[in-house]
């Protein structure tokens, strides 16, 4: 158990719809981190939360979005989703940054999402 | 715009034999970082290494060891002694500076068998 937890471990929903998969990250770890795996797209870095505020952002869509909260979780919201939204989202955390520091990083065991 | 490379989809290997798994990036910075992650059968993901630009050090980690050589932008990845349970899919990734313009290659899947 890596200790960071995301709920749900499955969602499926229809086109068009609007989910929220929300990460807790390890405890005293400050850095989230958003990934998609998909068979189409491979392994994907979505987006980076150090301590509530945005660190880097990779291939996020637009209908996508996603915060850091006081407490350190994490949510990322999918809205207008679309077939090809359907994939594994991976949630990750560390205590930095991870670039710039010896660090290691957690993954939490994942959201699979279908799109019908 | 940054790449990564794993030239090498499938490999399979018997049990107590050495494997490598290379991995071939391009990018323009001068400060970057490099990574290895392993999935398991199970679909978890696994951290096993970051290395900075700056640090052609080779690392090893009990059998894991990674070999960095930045005139052949290489950081490949030998796997010492292979054992069943190191069958997974091995990512290799690359980021910049501040996490900026993350990177994975397509994977390796690796396969020890008994």
């Known amino acids: 158990d890596s200790g960071v937890t995301q709920t749900p471990k499955h969602l499926i929903t229809a086109t068009g719809q609007r989910v929220t998969l929300r990460c807790s990250p390890r405890s005293g770890d400050l850095s989230v981190y958003w990934y998609q795996q998909s068979l189409d797209q491979g392994l994907q870095f979505l987006i980076q939360?150090?301590?509530?505020?945005?660190?880097a952002k990779g291939n996020i869509l637009e209908r996508f979005s996603a915060q850091q909260f006081p407490d350190l979780h994490s949510e990322l919201n999918l809205s207008s989703l679309e077939l090809g939204d359907s994939a594994l989202y991976f949630c990750?955390?560390?205590?930095?940054?991870?670039?710039?520091?010896?660090?290691?990083?957690?993954f939490g065991p994942g959201t699979r999402l279908t799109v019908l | 715009a940054q790449k990564v490379t794993q030239a090498q989809t499938e490999i399979s290997v018997v049990e107590k034999e050495d494997v490598t798994l290379d991995c071939v990036y391009e990018?323009?910075?001068?400060?970057?970082?490099l990574f290895w992650y392993k999935q398991p059968p199970s679909g978890e993901l696994v951290f096993l290494i970051r290395?900075?630009?700056?640090?052609?050090q080779n690392e090893i980690s009990g059998r894991y060891s990674w070999n960095f050589q930045k005139s052949t932008s290489s950081f490949n990845f030998t796997i010492t002694a292979s054992q069943v349970v190191d069958s997974a899919v091995y990512f290799c990734a690359l980021s910049g500076n501040y996490g900026q313009n993350f990177v994975f290659g397509p994977g390796t899947r690796l396969s020890v068998l008994p």
């Open positions: 990018t323009r910075d001068t400060t970057y970082y």
């Open positions: 939360y150090y301590n509530g505020e945005e660190r």
């Open positions: 290395r900075n630009s700056f640090d052609e």
């Open positions: 990750a955390s560390s205590v930095e940054p991870l670039a710039g520091t010896t660090d290691t990083q957690y």
